[in-house]
């Protein structure tokens, strides 16, 4: 196409830099950059130069809903991509394949080897495998690699030890991790990880994992997958992290101490109560320097007299998702004693005994001495939900703000709404400064 028959703003695009052209095409989905090889002469060969490849199998989805339309979309698809990593030369920034029907193990095999031979630094895995998977072994000593994110419904075969040289994110999701050679243990090393995030993921036969991240900032665990129950231990050895968060009912986790923790968040439970007990000691005892705690009931209802105090704690979120009595409630606050924001994510709906906090006639001083926020949400503003309440106002002597977020059977009940606001207001405070807002 001659440029003097192109539009004004067409050829002002011609104009730009090779530069500034690539760098725009580095936004557009691969399947669009190649498109605009048609443009012009200028344009025909640009995209071989992109630093970001993203190919996603939906924009070549068709209104076809048979088998065989949906085959030859796939084999489209997979030929596109072959046809597009042969011809570009250029290392890259970035590598994103998305796929969302499933698709030849072995053709996304061959991709990752191609890929990593161009030094991606940022490497984006969404797959459905009709098999179980295995990386190339070239991934694991790329040394460009700076960025894996993998989520694929698939099994995902892996050697005894892992190592990622270069490594600073990893994301894996709804992966199921299997070392095929039957070794329980699998021992992962990343010496310069700082992000690590694991959610609906299992390690299926395998019965111990050990991780290795001098320089590991976050750690986030979420073990509730499709891949059924599998018990195993974890081991971290972690000292620099600073953000923690785990969920899981199945994982027994070891720690090494972490004296930076800043934040975490503990949702863990079991069917064997004593060893239970026992886990959720030794984790916290190693957690006792956080700042920012979000705890789940079935943590609170196991922690021993011997639990740490835990000083630094200023935020603590409790999660009350199932009953827990008072008691629990009145012992985990014993622990916490300088909190200054106390928030009920999930409520007060779930306790019971709340009226025994009204009988209690001595608190150490320090009890609740430094709180100044609470909130509450949702509230359905039952007895037992007003007990507690009327527990905190009287105890908190520097409270300055008591928000409550009502349930939305409760707000659209004007009555019954007006009712429990004015029981709220006439509740004795310990705190002259106190507001209340209830909405």
């Not at 790329?142 to 989520?151: H, Q």
């Not at 968040?265 to 979000?294: A, P, R, Y």
Request: proline share 4%.
């Amino acid at each position: 196409m001659d440029a003097s028959a192109l539009p004004p703003n067409s050829k002002m695009q011609n104009c730009l830099p090779e530069a500034v052209l690539l760098h725009i095409l580095s936004f557009l989905p691969t399947k669009f950059a190649v498109g605009t090889s048609i443009l012009s002469t200028k344009w025909r060969y640009l995209w071989i130069s992109i630093p970001i490849l993203d190919f996603c199998d939906h924009l070549l989805f068709s209104t076809k809903s048979t088998s065989e339309g949906q085959n030859d979309t796939q084999l489209t698809f997979m030929n596109f991509v072959d046809r597009v990593l042969l011809f570009h030369k250029a290392d890259l920034l970035k590598f994103c394949l998305t796929c969302k029907t499933t698709h030849d193990p072995s053709r996304v095999n061959a991709w990752i080897s191609t890929v990593i031979m161009r030094k991606v630094r940022e490497l984006i895995i969404d797959v459905i495998l009709k098999d179980s998977f295995a990386f190339p072994k070239c991934l694991f000593k790329c040394e460009a690699l700076t960025v894996l994110k993998v989520e694929m419904d698939a099994v995902l075969n892996i050697p005894a030890s892992i190592t990622f040289p270069s490594l600073k994110i990893l994301h894996c999701r709804h992966v199921g991790f299997l070392y095929d050679q039957l070794n329980e243990e699998v021992t992962l090393i990343f010496p310069t990880l700082e992000e690590f995030i694991m959610d609906g993921c299992a390690w299926l036969e395998i019965k111990s994992v050990n991780i290795y991240a001098p320089l590991l900032k976050r750690l986030d665990i979420d073990d509730d997958s499709n891949y059924g129950t599998s018990f195993y231990d974890m081991n971290i050895y972690a000292e620099t992290l600073t953000s923690l968060k785990l969920s899981s009912c199945i994982c027994t986790y070891t720690l090494q101490n972490l004296p930076l923790i800043v934040d975490a968040s503990i949702d863990l439970s079991s069917w064997e109560t004593e060893k239970f007990g026992n886990i959720v000691d030794k984790l916290l005892k190693k957690i006792c320097n956080v700042k920012d705690l979000k705890v789940w009931g079935d943590v609170i209802k196991v922690l021993s007299s011997n639990m740490p105090i835990f000083s630094n704690v200023v935020n603590l979120d409790v999660v009350i998702a199932d009953s827990l009595g008072s008691g629990h409630m009145l012992n985990l606050l014993h622990k916490m004693p300088k909190i200054e924001s106390l928030v009920f994510s999930c409520g007060l709906y779930n306790c019971y005994d709340a009226e025994q906090l009204l009988t209690l006639t001595t608190l150490p001083q320090y009890f609740l001495a430094y709180l100044k926020s609470v909130e509450i949400r949702p509230f359905f503003g039952n007895k037992i939900e007003l007990c507690i309440v009327k527990f905190l106002l009287k105890n908190a002597r520097l409270l300055e703000k008591l928000t409550i977020i009502s349930v939305s059977l409760l707000s659209r009940d004007l009555k019954r709404q007006m009712d429990v606001s004015k029981q709220l207001l006439l509740l004795p405070r310990a705190s002259a400064t106190c507001v209340i807002n209830f909405s």
